[in-house]
């Protein structure tokens, strides 16, 4: 019955060699009607939980996967599936994207530091 849905199931691992520990982890249900194209179509997404371990966003998934009449296990992809009526669901356990923004504008702005410095520096030579 799972090879129906593989068309739903990346067969690469979301989480990457050395991902954070702790309390970083969040469950995202993914949506799709069984009749899109998951290569053409976004899933609605929604965050189930965020803020968890690990091994708490994973009893999740499998917890809110259960609640459907089909439902399974994508080894490869590392996620829990579930089908009912019309929809086919992912649930997704995957390290919160918080701090990026910061670290992304503090490269900015040392970038932009730097710039500064070198005109700085060659009109100083003149």
């Given at each position: ?27 995202i ?70 701090g ?21 520096r ?5």
């Amino acid at each position: 019955m799972i090879h129906l849905h593989d068309r739903f199931l990346s067969s690469r691992t979301r989480t990457r060699t050395g991902a954070p520990l702790g309390r970083v982890f969040s469950v995202i249900r993914q949506t799709w009607r069984l009749t899109d194209d998951p290569r053409k179509t976004k899933p609605e997404e929604l965050a189930l939980a965020t803020n968890r371990t690990a091994a708490d966003a994973a009893d999740l998934a499998r917890d809110a996967a259960a609640e459907y009449s089909t439902y399974g296990f994508h080894k490869p992809s590392g996620a829990w599936w579930a089908a009912d009526g019309g929809f086919f669901h992912r649930f997704q356990v995957a390290p919160d994207r918080r701090g990026r923004p910061i670290l992304v504008g503090l490269g900015v702005t040392a970038l932009g530091l730097a710039a500064i410095g070198a005109v700085l520096r060659s009109t100083r030579k003149k």
